[in-house]
């Protein structure tokens, strides 16, 4: 009983007007392969922008206009201490709606890499 409570509650998450627009919005910030590999590392700890560039292997300014969108959007929350920028997921579900999706594409992949209506990231 309490998992149709649940499943209906999510089925309803967007009652306002642009309740749609607003749910695709923040699937499209998760849909960067960095900003997911980013994401993915500060699940668990928080990381300078110098840990982050050198997890992705991107330049200090791509990566910080990832860490940006991530922070805009209220994925990451960012702590100053002296000259250093600190990141980490602000919500512990962000990993877990991580941890799904990679669980539904691996369940999925052949239906993904057929899929021709959605282009791979470069």
Known sequence: MADRANRDRLVLLPSQPNGVEVVAKFFRALG??????????????????????????????????HLACLSDC???RLRRAGRFS????????V???????R???????????????????P
């Open 32 to 65: 960067d392969p960095v900003r997911l590999r980013l994401l993915e590392f500060l699940l668990h700890d928080e990381h300078t922008v110098t840990e982050c560039v050198g997890h992705v292997g991107l330049s200090q300014g791509r990566v910080s206009a």
């Open 103 to 121: 669980s539904l594409a691996a369940d999925n992949t052949a239906a993904l890499a057929a899929c021709m209506r959605i282009s791979p990231q």
């Open 95 to 101: 990993g877990e709606l991580v941890l799904l999706a």
């Open 74 to 76: 209220g994925y990451v």
């Open 86 to 93: 600190y990141f980490k997921v602000t919500d512990p579900r």
